[in-house]
């Protein structure tokens, strides 16, 4: 049988795949309106959102299941088993994303979102397991603050310190000294070795939340703990930008507390609405993505991939599947920037009829 799931929790996972599909799928990079672009550099768009939302819901999805599997007694080494077994197919399965379609293992990229994910959840539920609620909050206090003084105060060599520049941050140093040749970029990689710490932080909050999600309470004194904490979180952040700017590709400590606040609103949002008042229609394709998210990211992840890589004959020669839809047939149709925007969106509505099925009769597709 089925345990029961949060529907809450599965409508924020959905909205956060749909998020992630609309910014990552344009029909083309250069017709983005620029709130589905990331920031540049400093600073954050609602496209910055996305990555931190996956990791805050982990941390609440780990919080919820490891403690029914505690609670019944199951533990020892197939609890421990199946958390690094569920870790280790992530990272796989990102390495082979990266992979798809040149298999080139010379130069493939070995970190990437799966990647980070696997980390952050292998290393936030062995803490859970071990750490109390109060260990945890210090733990993830403890990381947000020796990440801000090692990149302001270890200095990079022929740089200096507290240099958080694209080219002279800390960030980029490590990473093309231990993983050079298979990075996002020669000289950067988002999900790089260092700043994965500070994303570990935002998965122990998001446990933190799914504490609060147990406790037995109120509905209403949950949703305004998660109101105050997320606007608290949020202030925070904003204040500390000045001093060390929030930063998504470094992952900077004031990022973690900006997004994790905006989080816990969202949760406030989606628990309020869903499970307290009972109000699940408008949340139904959040709801479908949410209940197999990582089915609908690994393959639409696929499906990116594969779509740029078929060519189709026309006119003589040959246009990738991607560009001939989005030239021939979106970007005349709608104009460049609505053109490039539906095209994710028409993404979605697959997704969402593929998916569907599996709502209805209550499928959840695991790793």
Not at 119 to 124: E, M, P, Q, R
Not at 137 to 156: E, M, Q, R
Not at 259 to 269: D, Q
Request: glycine share 10%.
């Amino acid at each position: 049988m089925a345990e029961e799931r949060l529907a809450s929790l599965d409508a924020f996972r959905g909205l956060t795949i749909a998020g992630m599909i609309l910014v990552n799928n344009p029909g083309s990079w250069e017709f983005i309106y620029p709130p589905l672009r990331h920031a540049d550099w400093h600073g954050w768009t609602p496209t910055d959102l996305v990555f931190p939302f996956f990791l805050f819901i982990v941390g609440i999805s780990l919080s919820l299941s490891l403690s029914k599997r505690k609670s019944r007694g199951s533990g020892g080494l197939q609890l421990y088993g199946n958390i690094f077994r569920r870790a280790l197919v992530l990272f796989m399965v990102g390495l082979l994303l990266n992979l798809i379609p040149t298999f080139n293992f010379h130069s493939v990229r070995i970190p990437g979102v799966l990647q980070r994910i696997a980390v952050c959840y292998l290393v936030a539920a062995l803490l859970f397991l071990k750490a109390s609620t109060k260990t945890r909050i210090l733990i993830a206090s403890g990381v947000l603050a020796t990440y801000w003084l090692i990149l302001t105060f270890i200095p990079v060599p022929g740089v200096g310190a507290g240099i958080l520049t694209l080219e002279g941050n800390l960030c980029a140093h490590i990473d093309t000294r231990l993983l050079a040749g298979h990075l996002y970029t020669p000289g950067f990689d988002p999900e790089g070795i260092l700043s994965t710490f500070p994303a570990l932080a935002t998965t122990l909050i998001g446990t933190l939340c799914g504490d609060w999600l147990r406790r037995s309470q109120r509905s209403a004194l949950k949703i305004t703990g998660f109101l105050v904490s997320g606007m608290g979180l949020v202030v925070i952040g904003q204040a500390l930008h000045a001093y060390f700017p929030i930063n998504k590709q470094l992952w900077t400590s004031t990022y973690v507390l900006l997004t994790a606040g905006v989080a816990f609103i969202v949760m406030a949002i989606c628990y309020g609405f869903i499970d307290r008042l009972g109000f699940k229609k408008w949340a139904l394709p959040f709801l479908v993505f949410g209940g197999n998210a990582i089915t609908v990211f690994i393959g639409s992840s696929l499906l990116a991939r594969i779509m740029l890589s078929i060519e189709i004959p026309f006119n003589g020669s040959t246009q990738p599947l991607k560009a001939l839809l989005y030239e021939r047939i979106l970007s005349p149709g709608f104009g460049d920037y609505l053109g490039s925007l539906l095209f994710p969106v028409i993404l979605l509505f697959i997704w969402f009829l593929l998916m569907f099925p599996l709502y209805r009769r209550n499928i959840h597709i695991k790793i």
